[in-house]
């Protein structure tokens, strides 16, 4: 088959260890033999952001603003022991929090479903997909240790002089305080990205909240939500055939686990990060699940939700082939590709990426899966594959169905 070709190029973003070499890989055995991949690359592993002052990271994020699609190898985020291991001159942030507040977008995650690895949740037979909120709450939030008896207050100053105060709690005792925010234009935006998304996989939308305990802070993401939904939305909604339904957490999480799946389940920042966990490990594995973020102005970011594999790199410097699992990566860039053709109107690549996703759960189905997988594989025999055997099993699969 002639290479398929490319018009705009993808802001390619290069991770860090076990996930840096699935990178090469993926490329190396199924991409480029098939595409003629046009890419901005930026460099965002460890040792380049210290070498960059992470200006590396900033570059990329402001690139991907202007071409609207990037694809994101897994990095490194440092902390103590990273300083150590990689020399750095500052314990630089963590890349994905540092392009989603430039983004300031919304992460969905999606479960990969093979046959022979089902559901620890019977009733869940299609996905579910979790839009989590990526700012604010506690992520960003104000901790203190209270010493012993006092009254502690919320303050806010407003810059004509205005001061608005409230009593949190008079203490007789030793405690402990939090102060916490949210923004109204980070929760318009993270509606819009739910609502965009929703109607562009024409599924349902969840929303879920403790409103009726937070009746200011939580009913403002309910508040927020509904106006978005009647004003920009309904009408769109209702020709794709597809509703809005808001609940609060806990009828939620109970609904979720008797649902049938095949929803987008949107979160608040906290509850997102527990849940899709949650969904991801009731799934298999995290090496099994997409990860997009969707920003209000439509710009596209595909990575993979789990981390960079530390055990498996430091088995691989030892010369050892590893089973790392390369299929959330593999998704990132096949998510990525399918987008940036269907904006540029190339159905063949969008379609070829597809077929690259179908062949790979193919792969899976006819019992060649990395390790991880063959331990959960109900359909035996399962066949144990380092990541490049699996990554050229994959790439036979594409071939047969090419020739089909
Ligand atoms: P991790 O890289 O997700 O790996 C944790 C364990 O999960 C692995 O040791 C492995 O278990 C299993 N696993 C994860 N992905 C797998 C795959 N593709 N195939 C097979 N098994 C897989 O998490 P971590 O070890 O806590 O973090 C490592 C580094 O990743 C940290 O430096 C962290 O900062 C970074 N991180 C980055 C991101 C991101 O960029 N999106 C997200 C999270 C963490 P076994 O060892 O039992 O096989
Ligand atoms: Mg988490």
Known sequence: ??????????????????????????KDILLNPLIE??????????????????????????????????????TITPNAQRMDEYHLHQMWKSPNGTIRAYLDGTVFRTPILVEGLKPLVSSWKKPITLARHAYGDIYRDSEMRVEGASECSLLIKYPDGQVKTQKIFEFSGPGVILGMNNTDASIYAFARSCFSYALALGQDLWFSTKDTISKTYDHRFKDIFQEVYSSEFKAQ??????????????DAVARVMRSEGGFIWACKNYDGDVMSDMIA???????????????????????AAHGTVTRHYYRYLKGEQTSTNPMATLFAWTGALAKRAQLDHLPKLEALAHLIESASLATIEAGNMTGDLAR?????????????????????????????
């Open 237 to 250: 909604f209702d020709q794709a055939g597809i509703t809005y339904f808001y609940t609060l957490i806990d």
């Open 376 to 404: 959960q594989f109900d359909r035996k025999p399962a066949k144990p594959l380092t990541t490049a055997e699996f990554l050229t099993a994959i790439a036979e699969t594409v071939k047969d169905k090419l020739n089909d």
């Open 281 to 303: 490990s009731a799934c298999g594995s995290l090496a099994m699940m997409t990860s997009v973020l969707v920003s209000p102005d439509h710009i596209y970011e595909y990575e």
């Open 37 to 74: 991949l046009k890419t901005e690359y930026f460099d965002l592993g460890l040792p380049n952001r210290d070498a960059t002052a992470d200006q590396v990271t900033l570059d990329a994020a402001k690139r991907t603003r202007e071409l609207g699609v990037a694809v994101k190898c897994a």
């Open 1 to 26: 088959m002639k290479k398929l070709t490319m018009k705009t190029p993808l802001v390619e973003m290069d991770g860090d260890e076990m996930t840096r070499v699935v990178w090469q890989q993926i």
